[in-house]
């Protein structure tokens, strides 16, 4: 639906949005959301039928995303909606001055975290998915499941 009919995909995700706050709010919890698993999609640039996007009509609830596009980590974006830098396994450049600047890079380890990475602490990231909570300029490392573990990946260290 998201290729096909863009504007219903987001009218419906909207809704849900709304739907999930509500059951947030009675439980007494603030909403935190993933849009993107698997994609890299640019939800803070795709407009409702108000002219807003997502991240700004709903700026009572926490976004975060991971992004392979250094681009979108360094333009303006609303303030609750955070991002993070991936290591893809040809990128080291951008990710280590990313860290500089004081953002976040993510990294999937095949044995383990190490303390430091490219001069940067590690922690672990595998603990919980609330990356919105991590200190800033910090390596998140990530453990490879499944078959990445013996896959022979560039973007696994």
Known sequence: MFHHDRQRFLQELNLDIELAKKKATKKGLKLAIRLNGTSD????????ANGRS????????QFYDYTKVVKRLRKRRPKNYYLMLSYSGSNKKECVRALEDGFNVAVIFKKGLPETLWGYKVIDGDKDDLRFLDPKGVVVGLRAKGPARTANNKMIL
């Open 41 to 48: 999609i640019p939800f803070e640039d795709l407009p409702l």
């Open 54 to 61: 997502l991240m700004d009509t709903h700026n009572d609830t």
